[in-house]
């Protein structure tokens, strides 16, 4: 999506709470060159109520490999896992595009645990 673009639909806060966004933690970020799109292989901790979960992300743009362990992340934990080449990717994190299109992560100005819940 652009900025241009016109608002999606209206949903219910109901429709909007259904999708579980919580803070993570990067552990371990990886090449994943069998990916059709740059991106990479990401190993990232929600806190003891979700666990460690895995990760394809095309954000090959901004961010380098070395810099990413240790980074908090928003990512959805409740959505089917999907099969992305040879990765199950377990977890959808989520970012915004720049003016060039490019995909900058959501993550937080201040600590939280992980785990938790956007609101």
């Known amino acids: 999506m652009k900025p241009e ?6 949903i219910t806060p109901d429709e ?3 999708a579980d ?3 993570g933690q990067i552990l371990e ?3 994943f060159p069998e990916a059709r799109k740059p991106a990479f292989k990401l190993v990232i901790d929600f806190g003891p109520g979700v666990g460690v979960k ?3 992300a095309q954000i090959t743009d901004h961010y380098r ?4 362990p240790g980074k908090r992340v928003i990512g959805v934990v409740n959505f089917p896992p999907r099969q992305i080449g040879p990765v199950r ?10 003016a060039e299109g490019k995909i900058v992560l959501l993550s937080p ?6 785990g938790a819940r956007v609101c």
Do not use: I, M
């Open 5 to 10: 673009d016109p608002r999606a639909d209206e």
């Open 65 to 68: 490999l070395e810099d990413l």
């Open 109 to 114: 100005d201040f600590d939280a645990p992980l």
């Open 16 to 18: 909007f709470f259904n």
């Open 29 to 31: 970020a990886h090449p």
């Open 89 to 98: 990717s377990e977890v959808l994190v989520l970012g915004v595009t720049d």
């Open 54 to 56: 895995k990760s394809s």
């Open 21 to 23: 966004l919580r803070l």
